[in-house]
Nanobody
């Protein structure tokens, strides 16, 4: 079955950077778009970034545009989220998502805390 395992979260100061990784297995990774979502305490889960199956098309939430970069390595079945110029409002649990057909699959999430 689909497995998504996120890593790379942690505590970082405002203005700092983190790189999240999501290792995927159990499906044909290279033919599906992948996404990163996040959920802050007391808020709904929101889409952060999406990347097409080939990596040629990316989309970002307005709140992260210009600061975050989504990428993928289809040879390694891994999707990444490079986060720069982090702000306190970026604090959330970040989730990797794969939509295979009509089924949404999620990782367990990785905590990102931006604080001085």
């Amino acid at each position: 079955q689909v497995q998504l395992v996120e890593s790379g979260g942690g505590l970082v100061q405002p203005g700092g950077s983190l790189r999240l990784s999501c290792a995927a297995s159990g499906f044909t990774f290279k033919i599906y778009a992948m996404s990163w979502y996040r959920q802050a305490p007391g808020k709904e889960r929101e889409l952060v970034a999406r990347i097409s199956s080939t990596g040629s098309t990316t989309n970002y939430a307005d709140t992260v545009k210009g600061r975050f970069t989504i990428s993928r390595d289809n040879a390694k079945n891994t999707v990444y989220l490079q986060m720069n110029s982090l702000k306190s409002e970026d604090t959330a649990v970040y989730f990797c998502n794969a939509r295979t057909g009509f089924v949404d699959s999620w990782g367990q999430g990785t905590q990102v805390t931006v604080s001085s």
